[in-house]
C-alpha cells in the first residue's frame, strides 16, 4: 500500500463517496463543505488535507487558511485597547493562519475509512499534520494551527501535538443537551424550581409569535441576512461573517436535512434558528434576532424552548446548541464537552513570544463556564 499525503484546494479533488465514508452519518459532509466553497464567509482560503493509500483518501480533514487577529478571543474593556491598537498597528496584531478545522463547523471534522486500525490513526494525523506545515511554508503562512480538537478525540490528538511542538489552549466547548424524556413537561419538571418558572413566565411573552419551518428562504434571503448582522453585532466572539447567499446554499446543499425555523411577530421577521436534523441530535446551527424584540418575546429562550419541544416529540436524543452563551445553557441542562486549539510559529522566537501573549487571550481568562470546565479537565 503506497500512502501520499496531499492538501488540496477544493473538495471537488475528492469524490462525495470517498469523502463521506471517512464520516459515517455526520450531516456536515461532503457537501456542506463544497457549500460553504462556493458561499461561505469571505477572508478564507478553503484547503482539504488528505493522506491517500494507493490514491483513495483513508484520513481527511477540512482546513483553512486566513489573516488571523491574535485577539479574536479577547472580550470587555481589553477589546476596546486591541481594536484601538489594530487600527492604528494592523500587522502587530494579524498573523497568517493555516489551520486544520473549518471556520463553519464547531469541532475540527478529522475522518479516517472504516477499514483503518485505531493504531494506525495517530501516525496518519502527524503525517497529514507534517504535509499542511510544509503547504503552509509554500505558501507563506507563518502561523499553523488546529481549530477546536474535540476532547473526545484527546487519544488521537496528544501525541502528534506534543511531538509537533504545539501549545494547547481550550477553545469553544459544544454544548450538548441530553433529552430522554417522554414529554416537554418531563424537560420542564427536570429543570431547578426557580427556572422552571421563569421559563414558564417567557412562554407567555412568545403567545403572539408565530414559528414557521422552511427549507427554502428566497423571499426573505435580505430579512434573514439582517437578523444574522445584527446578532454578529451583538457578539463579543464572532470568527466569520456570512454573507446573505451562504443560508439558501446551504439549505439547498444538505437538503432536507437543514431547515430554518423562522419566527414572525404579525408581518415582521424577529427571528430565525438554522438546524441540521439527523436521527441522533438536532445541531442549532445559526441563530439571528432582532434585538429590540428579544426583551419582549425572549426570543433567546423560547426558540430554544420551542427546539427542545420538537426533538423531544420526535424522538431526537440528543440537542446541540453551539457554541457561546454557556452561563445560559448550563441553568437549562446542557453538559459542555471541552474543544481545545492548538498553535506553533514558524518561527522559535515568535513562537515563544505568542505562548506568552496566549496565557492573556485564552478564552478561559472571559468566560467563567469554560474556565471551571478546563479546571476540572486533565
Known amino acids: ?18 469523502w463521506d465514508r471517512c464520516f459515517p452519518g455526520d450531516p456536515e459532509n461532503w457537501a456542506f463543505y463544497r457549500a460553504c466553497e462556493l458561499a461561505g464567509p469571505p477572508g478564507f482560503d478553503w484547503y482539504y488535507a488528505a493522506i491517500l493509500a494507493d490514491g483513495r483518501p483513508i484520513a481527511v ?5 486566513t489573516d488571523y487577529r491574535l485577539d479574536t478571543t479577547v472580550q470587555g474593556s481589553m477589546k476596546r485597547i486591541t481594536n484601538w491598537l489594530h ?13 486544520l478545522g473549518s471556520p463553519v463547523a464547531e469541532i475540527c471534522h478529522l475522518g479516517f475509512a472504516p477499514e483503518i486500525n485505531a493504531a494506525l490513526k495517530p501516525d496518519l494525523l502527524a503525517r497529514m499534520v507534517e504535509a499542511l506545515q510544509q503547504f503552509g511554508a509554500r505558501s507563506r503562512y507563518s502561523l499553523l494551527g488546529i481549530k477546536d480538537a474535540p476532547s473526545f478525540d484527546d487519544a488521537l490528538w496528544t501525541d502528534p501535538m506534543q511531538r ?5 489552549l481550550p477553545g469553544l466547548p459544544t454544548a450538548i443537551l441530553d433529552l430522554p424524556y417522554r414529554s416537554f413537561e418531563d424537560y420542564l419538571a427536570s429543570l431547578s424550581r426557580a427556572t422552571r418558572k421563569d421559563m414558564r413566565r417567557k412562554m407567555k411573552d412568545f403567545k403572539e409569535v408565530r414559528v414557521e419551518r422552511r427549507w427554502a428562504i428566497d423571499d426573505v434571503v435580505q430579512e434573514v441576512a439582517a437578523l444574522y448582522q445584527e446578532t454578529v453585532a451583538h457578539s463579543e466572539l464572532q470568527f466569520e461573517h456570512l454573507p446573505p447567499s451562504y443560508f439558501p446554499e446551504l439549505l439547498r446543499s ?14 415582521q421577521l424577529v427571528a430565525f ?10 445541531i442549532d446551527k445559526y441563530i439571528g434576532m432582532h434585538y429590540p424584540a428579544v426583551p419582549r418575546y425572549s426570543l433567546y429562550f423560547n426558540s430554544w424552548l420551542h ?13 446541540q446548541s453551539g457554541q457561546a452563551f454557556y452561563g445560559p445553557k448550563l441553568r437549562l441542562g446542557c453538559r459542555l464537552l471541552p474543544n481545545w ?11 515563544a513570544m505568542l505562548q506568552l501573549v496566549a496565557r492573556i487571550v485564552r478564552l478561559d481568562r472571559f468566560d467563567p463556564a469554560i474556565a471551571e470546565l478546563v479546571r476540572g479537565t486533565p
Request: hydrophobic share 45%.
Open 273 to 282: 434558528n438554522f438546524v441540521i436534523e439527523t436521527e441522533g441530535r438536532l
Open 341 to 351: 486549539q492548538y498553535f506553533r510559529h514558524r518561527n522559535v522566537a515568535i513562537n
Open 307 to 319: 427546539n427542545v419541544r420538537y426533538c423531544i416529540e420526535r424522538g431526537i436524543p440528543r440537542y
Open 254 to 267: 444538505l437538503a432536507p436535512r437543514a431547515s430554518i425555523f423562522l419566527y414572525w411577530a404579525e408581518d
Open 87 to 99: 487600527d492604528r498597528l494592523p500587522s502587530l496584531l494579524s498573523l497568517r493562519l493555516l489551520a
Open 164 to 168: 509537533g511542538g504545539f501549545t494547547r
Open 1 to 18: 500500500m503506497t500512502l501520499q499525503a496531499t492538501v488540496e484546494t477544493s473538495i471537488t479533488a475528492f469524490s462525495a463517496a470517498d
Open 61 to 65: 480533514a477540512p482546513a483553512f487558511g
